[in-house]
């Protein structure tokens, strides 16, 4: 499902201004609609409504259609510093430092690390300097043996082997003697 949203949003909103939808995230917003914070070279926050159409197809029996708005833009290079705000506990909520502070509430705290880890490559890759992250737990930050930059599902499938193997030592039989 998300796949066919990033498909959407990217099609409708960022191709016509010639970007590329790089990563986004659900976030949650007191206006009405579902919310998400798009990243490509810029940061974006976009309102997704539903919206009724006047004729209808045969695959849209609902006469309901998705229209996409962007809500509050931000260059990639005004970001100052992406703030966890306290990495010890498991708080999807961060801060955008950009001229202005602008608090931001994600729908999981693994939303969060995933746009972080977006964030800090792109910094990198356009303005060849790491962006400031501050309050976040660099163990899920940074690419070691287990967390890399190979995508959120193959990590939790690595994980999920990990555990496998480690229920399958666990039914072995150990001799007592």
Request: charged share 25%.
């Amino acid at each position: 499902m998300s796949s066919l949203l990033r498909e959407e949003m990217d099609r409708v909103l960022f191709r016509p201004e010639e970007q590329k939808l790089k990563e986004f995230i659900e976030i949650e917003e007191q206006q009405q609609g579902r919310h998400f914070l798009c990243v490509s070279t810029q940061i974006s926050v976009v309102l997704c409504r539903r919206v009724k159409h006047s004729r209808t197809n045969k695959l849209q029996k609902s006469g309901l259609e998705d229209s996409y708005e962007k809500t509050e833009i931000w260059a990639l290079e005004d970001l100052l510093i992406l703030d966890g705000r306290d990495p010890d506990t498991d708080d999807p909520c961060f801060l955008m430092h950009f001229d202005t502070v602008r608090s931001v509430r994600a729908v999981s705290c693994a939303a969060k690390y995933t746009l972080a880890r977006c964030l800090l490559s792109l910094s990198r890759k356009y303005h060849h300097t790491a962006l400031k992250l501050k309050n976040f737990d660099w163990t899920y930050i940074q690419p070691t043996a287990v967390y890399s930059d190979r995508g959120d599902c193959v990590v939790l499938a690595q994980i999920c082997f990990y555990a496998f193997n480690l229920v399958c030592l666990s039914l072995c039989p150990v001799p007592l003697a």
